[in-house]
């Protein structure tokens, strides 16, 4: 695929999916820095109602933001499948469930550890809000949401950022003779779409996340409270 057509395939569908949240996060971090109240003092809500009081309107609202928020990766399949490329070109297959299933449950304790750790210590100096990761009224599909909200995280941004901007990006470096881009500017590229995007609601949060090429985050809502 010539690199121009890549580029161009790589902005549309980023300018769907994390590349939305990137710049709602920076107008979020803007909003809360100009609120006039110390950031170690806000709240943001994760997961929180989307029709208070309402709970079958809210679990509506909830799955409808689910889907949608899975359509980028359904359109970044596509692409691969037009392509004549396929989803197991990104590794996107059931070939070698258990070892990907054991790989993908290591890397969630390192992942997340890391960034639980990296949280919590930048949490302690009161530069970051502090993170409540659901506010979800005590209804039967509460877990169910939380856990389809993960999922879907996790599907957005493993298949968009960890599978088909790296496939892109070698791609386009071939293009080019291998001359662009080199490892580095992959690494660089996919961290900075993870940290940008991972989470609108704080510094850390987007922090460590940009520190690792595997991290989670994705396309998170998030309200603010002042406290």
Avoid: K
Wanted: proline share 4%; charged share 15%; aromatic share 6%.
């Amino acid at each position: 695929m010539h690199r121009r057509w890549v580029v161009i395939e790589l902005w549309l569908v980023f300018a769907l999916s994390l590349g939305a949240s990137a710049v709602r996060a920076v107008v979020s971090l803007v909003a809360d820095l100009a609120a006039g109240v110390p950031l170690g003092q806000q709240d943001a809500v994760l997961n929180g109602s989307l029709a208070p009081g309402r709970p079958e309107l809210d679990l509506v609202l909830q799955l409808v933001y689910l889907v949608a928020g899975l359509v980028p990766v359904a359109l970044a399949l596509h692409l691969l499948v037009r392509s004549g490329e396929g989803a197991r070109t990104i590794g996107f297959d059931l070939r070698r469930p258990a070892t990907d299933l054991g790989r993908g449950v290591v890397l969630a304790a390192v992942v997340g550890g890391t960034g639980l750790a990296f949280y919590l210590a930048v949490q302690l100096t009161g530069l970051n809000l502090t993170v409540v990761a659901e506010d979800l009224p005590a209804v039967w599909w509460r877990i169910p949401v939380l856990v389809l909200s993960a999922a879907q995280n996790a599907v957005l941004e493993e298949v968009l950022v960890g599978g088909y901007l790296l496939h892109r990006l070698r791609q386009s470096g071939g293009a080019t003779g291998g001359r662009w881009p080199s490892a580095p500017c992959s690494v660089a590229a996919t961290t900075s779409t993870r940290g940008s995007a991972a989470s609108p609601a704080t510094w850390s949060w987007a922090c460590c996340s940009a520190g690792s090429t595997s991290g989670g985050g994705g396309s998170a809502r998030s309200s603010r409270h002042t406290r």
